[in-house]
């Protein structure tokens, strides 16, 4: 008798690194950078020690670009 393996689920991440963001979208790093410069896509600057801080980005906020680009708008930053 074989058994079979059920993957246990991921839990939600609400935030992703850049590159995370990047690979989901299929895009560069660098490419989601300039989005992000140009106000297409926002982020969210994490506080650490020092100069030392995060950037992550809402795994809403992509939805919603993908959304507005597939509508054919630029979304508000």
């Known amino acids: 008798m074989t ?13 992703l690194t850049p590159r995370e963001a990047a690979e989901a ?21 994490i506080p650490g020690r020092g100069k030392a801080r ?8 992509l939805k919603r670009w993908i959304e507005h680009r597939k509508a054919g708008q630029i979304p508000p930053a």
């Open 3 to 15: 058994s079979t393996l059920v993957p246990v689920a991921s839990p939600l991440r609400l935030l």
């Open 54 to 61: 995060s950037i992550r980005y809402s795994v809403e906020d």
């Open 25 to 45: 979208l299929g895009i560069s790093e660098r490419m989601l950078w300039q989005l992000n410069h140009s106000g297409e896509i926002p982020c969210l600057r």
